[in-house]
């Protein structure tokens, strides 16, 4: 299709094909959070599975507070020390009620 957007009837196509891509955006946004919604109300929680469990987090926290290598003992778990202290404050966020 030649669309000359030099001229006002180009411009006016063109405007309304972008309006209509925009709308169509939304809709599928609104329907994704409205899906999103509906998943949670029947208890599904979205996102990765935890590689650790809380106890084992909990563990991790006490050895590495205890005066342990942060990464040794993360490489112990399979994971990075980061994951272990991400995860540590996600649990405090939960028992917080946040």
Known sequence: MDLDTRTPTGRLIFAVVAAMAQWERELIVERTRNGLAA?????????RKPILTDEQVTEALARIQAGENAQTVAAEYGVSR?????RSKNMRKEIEGG
């Open 39 to 47: 998943a949670r109300a029947r208890g599904k929680k979205g996102g």
């Open 82 to 86: 980061q994951a272990i202290y991400k």
